[in-house]
């Protein structure tokens, strides 16, 4: 498969000195549902916005849909649709006049641009509600409509950054269907950013996770989740983060066999094993032995976000995940 994106020791640096991304190399194959995951600053936008010639490289090479970038960025330009994080509709025009306008920024006009507004809103459900002004659509209508922009040239790649911030869960969902299904059934290649785990889970085929301006892990959603080592378990102290208390605990769950690692994060004790239903068992015992009672303890299937841990010693969001919680209290062994 052809590469539409070649990215080879991208260097930005901002006008005060920050370097704000260092030194990246990455590609993306023709047809690939691409995913940048990372937390706000990690680099994901700043990186976008070089590759979408908005924005200048200190040093480094960037190929876009065959085009250099130093060379044609014209070219660029016409090759590509960008769905920034700010809804870019204009409230005074229809639903329908947005995409004409839009259209015509692209040349194109006649019965082509005519069809080609009635498929987008179709697409993306805004055939019903084409002629009131956009003005009055809901957060997750402008979103939907400012996707449709986006594509209105029928471009061989769409660039996300971070596409369903601040939409509620029914609108992301919908904006998730949309964009599978550009991927699968009209072979439209999309470089997404995000800080949703949830979303680059499922949409994408392979991520590249950033953070402080660098590369840190790469590979599909499932193998950067395997090679954790099986579930996990968290351990909490309510009201207590003592440093001797949180050593002792990660010497405690050390000697417990079937532990394959343990990681320190800024909330909890984080342990991975294989059968983690199993082996909590084994871990409440092995802490009960010398005291160490945790306030609650949770269950669940490593995620992208265990991965982000495991790499930097921190999550990419702060708000506690959903897990399944068990009591300790309520364990007994006999």
Not at 75 to 97: F, W
Not at 181 to 188: I, R, T
Request: some cysteine; overall charge neutral.
């Amino acid at each position: 498969m052809q590469n539409i994106i070649v990215v080879k020791d991208l260097v930005v640096v901002y006008p005060d000195g920050t370097r704000a991304v260092d030194d990246i190399t990455f590609s993306v194959e023709e047809g690939e549902f691409f995913g940048f995951l990372g937390p706000n600053g990690a680099g994901k936008s700043t990186t976008i916005k070089a590759l979408t010639t908005l924005l200048h490289k200190a040093s480094g090479r960037i190929s876009v849909a065959g085009y250099d970038l130093d060379q044609s960025p014209r070219e660029i330009r016409r090759s590509i649709g960008v769905l920034s994080q700010d809804t870019a509709v204009d409230g005074d025009l229809t639903g329908k006049e947005n995409l004409r306008f839009q259209g015509r920024l692209e040349q194109m006009g006649g019965n082509a641009l005519t069809k080609r507004v009635e498929e987008l809103l179709k697409l993306v459900q805004l055939d019903n509600v084409a002629e009131k002004q956009a003005g009055r659509y809901s957060g997750g209508m402008k979103k939907r409509l400012d996707l449709a922009s986006a594509l209105i040239h029928k471009p061989r790649l769409l660039f996300l950054d971070e596409p369903t911030a601040g939409l509620d869960p029914q609108s992301r969902t919908a904006i998730w269907d949309y964009l599978q299904k550009l991927n699968k059934e009209e072979g439209v290649t999309i470089f997404l950013t995000t800080q949703n785990m949830e979303e680059a889970d499922r949409l994408c085929r392979r991520i590249s996770i950033i953070d402080g301006g660098k590369i840190i892990a790469e590979g599909s959603p499932l193998e950067l989740k395997e090679a954790l080592g099986g579930e996990t378990i968290t351990l909490s102290f309510k009201g207590d983060t003592d440093f001797l208390l949180r050593n002792k605990t990660k010497a405690i769950l050390g000697t417990v066999q079937a532990v394959t690692n343990i990681i320190d994060s800024d909330e909890s004790v984080i342990v991975y094993t294989k059968n983690a239903t199993q082996v909590v068992v084994d871990v409440v015992v092995a802490l009960g032995r010398d005291n160490v009672r945790p306030s609650f303890l949770s269950i669940s299937s490593p995620t992208l976000d265990d991965v982000f841990l495991q790499k930097t010693g921190r999550r990419i969001r702060s708000e506690e995940l959903s897990r399944k919680k068990i009591e300790p209290s309520i364990l007994s062994v006999s």
